[in-house]
Nanobody, 124 residues
């Protein structure tokens, strides 16, 4: 059983920065994908950034160059450093985990384990 707990969300003005964290407890996998996804009401969950157990990363087009995903395997914490935030980045942000091999996938349907989410609000 895996538990994911996000933290670090909050309210920030446009142009500001936030760092999200996702702590992992329980069973872990030697080969995995981990990622950040976001969702606003009445829209599908969007892949923001994902990373695999080999450190390969994939970013959504809307966040490339602004967001950075990283993982501290010793502490079992996934991070998302968000810079140059825009009002359209406002959403509930979720972290997710999947036992998997190969280049990580941004599509949320491939992920089985999810956190409860942390809200990010960017004001103009």
């Amino acid at each position: 059983l895996v538990q994911l707990v996000e933290s670090g969300g909050g309210s920030v003005q446009a142009g500001g920065s936030l760092r999200l964290s996702c702590s992992v407890s329980g069973n872990t996998y030697s080969s995995y994908w981990m990622g950040w996804f976001r969702q606003v009401p009445d829209k599908e969950r969007e892949g923001v950034a994902v990373i695999d157990s080999e450190g390969r990363t994939v970013y959504g087009d809307t966040v490339k160059g602004r967001f950075t995903i990283s993982i501290d395997n010793a502490k079992k914490i996934l991070y998302l450093q968000m810079r140059s935030l825009k009002p359209e980045d406002t959403a509930m942000y979720y972290c997710a985990l999947q036992q998997a091999r190969g280049l990580p996938d941004l599509r949320s349907r491939w992920y089985d384990d999810w956190g409860q989410g942390t809200q990010v609000t960017v004001s103009s």
